[in-house]
């Protein structure tokens, strides 16, 4: 058997061992990239619990040709398993290939898994096209007041990301009947215009606001 290929199947074993043996043989496949293992990595990249394994697994992906990895990671997005879906999402927008784009759905912009929609996030704003930012920014604002802390922050930073093609549809949603979603509205508009505040602040200030019906530019 050939070097490489006895190689490759010692890499892909590694694969299968422990988490210190898995992030090692995945060092190892990204620091010698070869487009025959972009299946495994993304099929392992569905599965793999250890945190730390699948942000190798992103980095071992970005090291292979833009041209093999996005459309697999796209058919990914349609899988009905979620890390499968986030991970593929991840990924994504590390490698920043806009082909991508059009795979970026409103459906998974509000997916149902709040680590799903928080990917989905994240590589919307990395790979919206020029002018295409407002149309994004109004999916995102139908997300305000979901889910607990983490989940708000990074919706917040995602619609922040997007500067001022997002202070439109936050004022409208500064108005929601919904007090969470004002609130949250109300906190990411002062963050948007005082980066500076730090989001715990933003969102006590924005309770405040909200409690006490204070028009948002005051205090």
């Keep these: 058997m050939p070097k490489e290929d006895t190689d490759m199947m010692?890499?892909?074993?590694?694969?299968?061992?422990?988490?210190s043996v898995r992030l090692q043989a995945v060092l190892a496949i990204g620091t010698t990239p070869d487009p025959?293992?972009?299946?495994k990595l993304i099929e392992r990249s569905a599965i793999e619990p250890d945190f730390y394994v699948r942000d190798m697994l992103t980095w071992a992906l970005t090291r292979h040709p833009a041209s093999i990895t996005v459309p697999k990671l796209i058919d990914e997005l349609r899988s009905e398993r979620a890390q499968a879906r986030s991970q593929a999402l991840h990924t994504l927008s590390k490698i920043g290939d806009q082909q991508a784009w059009p795979a970026i759905t409103r459906a998974l912009l509000t997916d149902a898994d709040d680590e799903v929609a928080r990917s989905a996030w994240r590589a919307a704003v990395v790979l919206v096209p020029e002018g295409e930012d407002p149309e994004l920014a109004e999916v995102l604002a139908t997300q305000l007041g979901r889910g607990e802390r983490e989940t708000q922050l990074s919706l917040s930073r995602a619609l922040i990301a997007l500067g001022e093609a997002s202070m439109p549809t936050l004022r409208a949603a500064m108005t929601d009947r919904d007090p969470r979603v004002r609130q949250h509205a109300i906190a990411t508009e002062r963050l948007l215009r005082n980066p500076d505040a730090g989001f715990e602040f933003a969102i006590e200030e924005a309770k405040r606001i909200v409690v006490l019906g204070t028009n948002s530019q005051e205090g």
């Design 10 to 19: 010692r890499a892909l074993q590694g694969m299968e061992g422990n988490s």
């Design 36 to 39: 025959r293992f972009v299946d």
